[in-house]
């Protein structure tokens, strides 16, 4: 079954913040709102209105995608919670790599690793296994391994949400991933630190050429000098 862009914004914020929150969900209309448009670990960026999410959210619930959870006594808004794990079958761990594919866009296995270890189960298997086993769902897989373009140095996953791959190009802007050779794992860095890592090492550099004496001579000590 294939989605619109929007119904997979909205879907892969639910599953993000149930783990990510868990006190505030079942998230409000306001909360699931914010939840799509936020800036930080989303690209690409959306500016969603009330009416669109709902519009997502009507959808998602014919589907058996979504649940409404209505007001009990004392409360006047009613929240949506997500059920895909129930409708695609779907493990927690892989709820959340399917997450982080429809709401970072194409990303190589390891940096789907650095943004969604820490949520996966300790017995869900290699994130490598987890992107193997949506891809290999048939006859409608959840993600995708994409073909390595020119001077891509590892494959990507994109997520199949859509029906077709939505490839949208890497965005500057973000946080490059630091891979820790003693663990194996990444973490985000922003681009202050790494600014201020490559000022640091440039620094460094500056010192141990002045004790080599490498620094550059001034140019009338060079070999081009005429003499009488």
């Not at 892969?12 to 913040?17: P, Q, V």
């Not at 973490?187 to 201020?196: K, S």
């Not at 140019?219 to 003499?227: H, I, K, L, Q």
Request: proline share 7%.
């Amino acid at each position: 079954m294939a989605l619109r862009s929007e119904e997979a914004r909205v879907l892969a914020s639910l599953i993000e913040k149930e783990q990510a929150v868990p006190d505030s969900y079942p998230l409000t209309l306001n909360a699931l709102r914010l939840a799509c448009n936020q800036s930080a670990n989303r690209h690409p960026v959306v500016a969603y209105d009330d009416r669109t999410v709902e519009n997502a959210l009507m959808s998602l619930k014919s589907m058996g995608l979504v649940r409404f959870v209505h007001p009990a006594q004392g409360s006047r808004t009613t929240r949506y919670r997500h059920a895909a794990d129930e409708r695609w079958k779907l493990s927690g761990s892989e709820l959340r790599v399917l997450a982080v594919l429809v709401l970072r866009g194409p990303q190589t296995a390891g940096e789907v690793k650095a943004r969604a270890e820490r949520y996966l189960d300790e017995d869900a298997g290699t994130v490598d296994e987890i992107l193997d086993t949506l891809a290999a769902r048939g006859p409608d897989p959840l993600a995708v391994r994409l073909e390595r373009r020119p001077g891509e140095r590892e494959p990507r996953y994109a997520h199949f949400l859509l029906g077709e791959v939505e490839d949208v190009p890497p965005r500057p802007t973000d946080a490059p991933i630091r891979f820790d050779a003693g663990t194996g794992r990444g973490t985000a860095t922003d681009d202050g630190t790494l600014a201020a890592e490559v000022a640091a090492l440039r620094a460094r550099l500056d010192r141990l050429e002045r004790l080599l004496g490498l620094e550059d001579e001034p140019a009338e000590r060079g070999g081009g000098s005429d003499r009488p």
